[in-house]
């Protein structure tokens, strides 16, 4: 683990230089970025990394004898590393790559559904779960005619624990909820939701796809039993994302795919598995990604989280602040422990206009309902705008968005 | 008049235009004036689902002529709504279901007329065509 000291503070100047696109000019307006729920940029040193690769070492990992191939495999292999030290699991053989935090969720509701799953039984997952994390539990049950419960939150966003508590039983067999919600901003407590699962002796998977940009993640602290997050989210490239499994829990598995690299001897009679966790990635895995995915973890280690969360805790205090000049504007999701995800309405102005007039002013925000159509029930509204920051975001997007909003608001009233 | 007629007209109006703020603007009055639909066909059953934004549009055929109204729950969406309202209300259904809105992208909209928008704008130029056909099917036999 690297020790996170919340004493250096950020250069975000220089910070911002290592992002070209932070540089560029949307609708002849500097670009003010804040829709990093969706993705996040990506640092010069994980652009040159992917060019190097593409450029002057690329080869398929795990096949060749040649220097190309054991090169190629040598850094896929370390990329591991960086990422299991990432997020301190105990060895590389509990980090599966995947496509993104949507394939591992896919991967685990599939292999866990199969061994585990069987008519009657139960699945906990939140009324904030992005639908990545609601659909494939929908697909299980429905292959198993299983059934789904869920975890009611407040009007501030916040799982409420006492009901949560309320859903075991003895046909309860996981939980899967997400770390931090990617509509609310809300931080879960996982830690001890986790802890009382297993005090029932369920298993717990935790989305992080929100937050290991956020804050430093520990999945032996946490002792959840599967972790996933997204490259992209984390200032990597897409198509790679993380499946941490516990070891002993990703050894009972089934594979989830057949294919290349996941075998260990095929015959026609009997086909024996890879270990892990080459077990579960099967067929040529995203390897540049994965190795860019290492770069960018590498970039975010050189500043260290304890300057990015004391910026980002700025931030939000001053984003938060400033978004209340605004008239009859009203941020979903209040909950005491949040990152800098802002979903607000303004009163009597559609989502959708708010956001086409702040894209002509250069300012990137998301609309819609984030894929979390059950909090956008919740609060019975049809969407959000939603500005979501990363640690490169400064003061000054913030003063930017809220004039943008200030001018929308003077058109559409 | 010609749905060309109309269209060039719109592309003579917007021409005049600086910046995108006026375009806006413009479009925001446009959406306030359009001529409210009736609002029992503001149902599910006249509702062109966008996920983002929410277009409703009702058709009739007066007069071997179609003639639409229409709302959108956001106002620069209503906007061109009014737009497409204005260059196919009032034509024939056979120039409707071969109609080029080729306005669209003169006046620097085509964004907002992609299928990726999902603001229920591709829908409901579907919709206008397909209603045309339905009438012009119907006339016909």
């Known amino acids: 683990m690297i020790p996170d000291n919340p004493a250096v503070s950020i250069d975000l100047n220089l910070i911002r230089r290592n992002f070209p696109v932070l540089q560029t000019q949307v ?16 640092p010069r040193a994980v652009i040159d990394k992917l060019n190097e690769l593409l450029e002057s070492k690329n080869s398929s990992i795990h096949r060749g004898v040649h220097f190309l191939s054991e090169q190629m495999t040598g850094e896929y292999e370390y990329a591991r590393e960086i990422v299991r030290n990432f997020i301190n699991a105990r060895n590389t053989n509990e980090i599966v790559f995947s496509s993104g935090a949507t394939g591992s969720i896919n991967a685990v509701a599939f292999s866990f559904g199969e061994k585990y799953i069987k008519e009657g039984d139960e699945i906990i997952v939140s009324e904030m779960e992005h639908h990545s994390n609601i659909v494939p539990w929908q697909m299980l049950c429905a292959r198993k005619k299983a059934k789904l419960r869920v975890i009611p939150f407040d009007e501030n966003g916040v799982l409420l624990q006492n009901e949560y508590k309320l859903l075991f039983n003895e046909k309860t067999r996981l939980v899967a909820v997400t770390h931090v919600s ?4 809300s931080i879960n407590p996982v830690k001890e939701m986790i802890r009382f699962a297993h005090d029932h002796h369920v298993p717990v998977l935790i989305d992080g796809a929100q937050a290991v940009q956020h804050s430093r993640v520990d999945v032996q602290d946490l002792d959840c039993d599967f972790y996933v997050f997204s490259g992209h989210k984390v200032f990597g490239p897409t198509g790679i994302g993380v499946l941490y499994g516990k070891e002993a829990m990703l050894d009972t598995l089934p594979p989830y795919q057949g294919g290349g690299d996941m075998v260990d001897c095929v015959k026609f009679e009997k086909t024996t598995y890879n270990q892990l966790p080459f077990k579960f990635e099967a067929g040529t895995m995203n390897y540049t990604a994965a190795i860019g995915l290492g770069t960018a973890i590498e970039y975010i280690n050189s500043i260290g989280f304890g300057a990015i969360m004391q910026h980002e805790k700025n931030l939000f205090a001053y984003t938060q602040s400033r978004l209340k000049e605004i008239e009859g504007l009203e941020i979903y999701g209040n909950a005491k422990e949040k990152i800098s995800i802002f979903s607000f309405l303004i009163q009597d102005i559609h989502p959708f206009d708010i956001g086409m007039i702040l894209d002509k002013m250069g300012i990137a925000v998301r609309t819609g309902t984030h894929c979390t159509q059950p909090v956008m029930d919740h609060f019975q509204i049809s969407g959000t705008i939603r500005a979501s920051m990363a640690f490169y975001n400064s003061f000054e997007d913030t003063d930017r968005l809220v004039e943008g909003l200030k001018n929308a608001v003077n058109m559409l009233k | 008049m010609a749905l060309t007629k109309i269209q060039d007209q719109i592309i003579e109006e917007f021409s005049a235009f600086e910046d995108w703020m006026d375009r806006y603007n413009y479009l925001i009055e446009l959406g306030h004036d359009l001529p409210a639909i009736d609002p029992k066909f503001k149902t599910d059953e006249y509702l062109i689902n966008g996920c983002q934004s929410k277009v409703w549009l009702h058709a009739d055929f007066e007069n071997g002529k179609m003639h639409f109204t229409a709302d959108s729950d956001a106002i620069i969406v209503k906007g ?6 204005r260059v196919m209300n009032q034509q024939e259904a056979s120039e409707i279901m071969n109609a080029d809105l080729y306005f669209i992208d003169k006046i620097g909209l085509k964004e907002n007329l992609s299928p990726t928008r999902s603001n229920g704008l591709v829908s409901m130029v579907k919709k206008m065509k397909m209603y045309s056909l339905a009438y012009y099917a119907k006339h016909k036999a």
């Open chain 2, 80 to 85: 061109i709504v009014a737009l497409l309202i």
């Open chain 1, 182 to 185: 990617n509509s609310l901003g």
């Open chain 1, 27 to 42: 609708h002849g307006k500097p670009l003010v970025y804040l829709d990093n729920g969706a993705t996040t940029q990506k």
